[in-house]
């Protein structure tokens, strides 16, 4: 079956500080891959996708790159800010599938 | 009204209460889900409407009760619920039988407290 595995949080960060989230997935067909966001007292928020090997999604600063051979779609932002604190979640969607496999979220915190 | 959205946005109910979540998504799209999440643990899905027709039900127990009577509309009747109910329920939608990618866009949730 599909699974998405990210790094456990919490994540502390000051401003203009590197954010690296691991995501690695399981999938048995040719999945596209979602980064989704949930700021405080929100529901999910697209953020960023990729649907086939080398795709890269970026967003908002935030990129992640589909690959392959290593069965990953980590993101990374390069300056983050206070706004950006939030919830962070992976995904996988299988072709004709309906579902979306989640990650179990990462907390991400950064300080001014 | 655009997007995905949920009424209640908070609801605290007892444990002998009926009640029921609403949501509607202004997309024009043809599935969609419940979701539960809790503190601490992962996103479960719940229910997956398409076309108005339930495709799946995730071991849900029988208090919590879909219903989809239109493509636009989806609610969550909910009856006796116990004190680990309580989470943040969220709707989603999205378009997967348009091909391409299936990418779902989510309500803001109901908070819902059992007490």
Known sequence: GNSVTQMEGPVTLSEEAFLTINCTYTATGYPSLFWYVQYPGEGLQLLLKATKADDKGSNKGFEATYRKETTSFHLEKGSVQVSDSAVYFCALSDQDDYKLSFGAGTTVTVRA | ?115
């Not at chain 2, 043809?30 to 995730?58: D, G, H, I």
């Not at chain 2, 009856?79 to 997967?96: F, I, R, V």
Request: net charge neutral; charged share 15%; aromatic share 8%.
């Open chain 2, 1 to 115: 009204e655009t997007g995905v959205t949920q009424t209640p946005r908070h609801l605290v109910m007892g444990m002998t209460n009926k009640k029921s979540l609403k949501c509607e998504q202004h997309l024009g799209h043809n599935a969609m889900y419940w979701y539960k999440q809790s503190a601490k643990k992962p996103l479960e899905l719940m229910f997956v409407y398409s076309l108005e027709e339930r495709v799946e039900n995730n071991s849900v127990p029988s208090r919590f009760s879909p219903e989809c009577p239109n493509s636009s509309h989806l609610f969550l009747h909910l009856h006796t619920l116990q004190p680990e109910d309580s989470a943040l329920y969220l709707c989603a939608s999205s378009n997967p039988l348009a091909g391409g990618i299936s990418e779902q866009f989510f309500g803001p949730g109901t908070r819902l407290t059992v007490l």
